[in-house]
């Protein structure tokens, strides 16, 4: 692999957790953890893991108990996607809204995509000077995550929409 590649995928999980402030993984940790000490009973979290390891019915039992927040954090997501969905039809079907109004997203969302694109052509065809190199490829690393945030918004996933109209529907039915 080419060294803009290599330092692009090394840089990325430190780029993501930079530019949104999220700590997902030690999130994750932390919560799995609470989980091991709730179910095995016990303060101390090694020794909750070690009794969950050594019992079949609490490694079961907190099998379950992830399988179940698994699933609360997914409605939440879920629900906050089709939040922002949703906000962005109010403003498209707003009659008193300007046509800046319903369309500023639109523009910041073409603005970012051409400057990742961009960039990422003059860094291929032009290079990149060695003492501008850290911040051209922080720069790339942020802009190719807000990319991939757009395209998520804009066209998602048949699977995730699947998902979240699913869920839509059961929460609809449920209430």
Same mark, same amino acid.
């Given at each position: 692999? =080419?060294?803009? %590649? @290599?330092?692009?995928?090394? /840089? ?8 949104? $402030?999220? =700590? ?5 940790? %932390?919560?799995?953890?609470? &989980? ?5 009973? *016990?303060?101390?979290? %090694? ?10 019915? @609490?490694?079961?039992?907190? #099998? ?8 609360? &954090?997914?409605? #939440?997501? @879920?629900? =906050?996607? #089709? ?16 046509? /800046?109004?319903?369309?500023? #997203?639109?523009?910041? =969302?073409?603005?970012?995509? +051409?400057?990742? *694109?961009?960039?990422?052509? &003059?860094?291929?065809?032009? $290079? ?11 720069? /790339?690393?942020?802009? /190719? ?6 395209? +998520?918004?804009?066209? $998602?996933?048949?699977? $995730? ?5 699913? @869920? ?8």
């Amino acid at each position: 692999m =080419d060294p803009l %590649t @290599l330092s692009l995928i090394s /840089l990325a999980p430190s780029l993501v957790k930079w530019i949104s $402030g999220n =700590d997902t993984a030690e999130k994750v940790t %932390t919560v799995a953890v609470d &989980l091991a000490k709730t179910v095995a009973g *016990v303060e101390d979290a %090694t020794t909750a893991i070690d009794n969950i390891k050594a019992d079949p019915k @609490l490694a079961a039992e907190f #099998a379950d108990k992830l399988e179940e927040r698994k699933a609360e &954090l997914e409605k #939440a997501y @879920l629900a =906050d996607t #089709a939040d922002a969905r949703g906000m962005n039809v109010h403003i498209q079907e707003a009659a008193s809204a300007s046509d /800046l109004a319903k369309n500023a #997203a639109y523009y910041l =969302d073409f603005i970012v995509v +051409g400057a990742t *694109v961009s960039l990422a052509t &003059l860094c291929y065809f032009k $290079g990149v000077p060695t003492e501008n190199k850290e911040l051209v490829y922080m720069t /790339l690393g942020a802009l /190719l995550a807000h990319c991939g945030t757009i395209i +998520g918004f804009h066209r $998602g996933t048949s699977s $995730g929409s699947k998902k979240a109209n699913d @869920l839509i529907h059961d929460m609809a039915v449920s209430k």
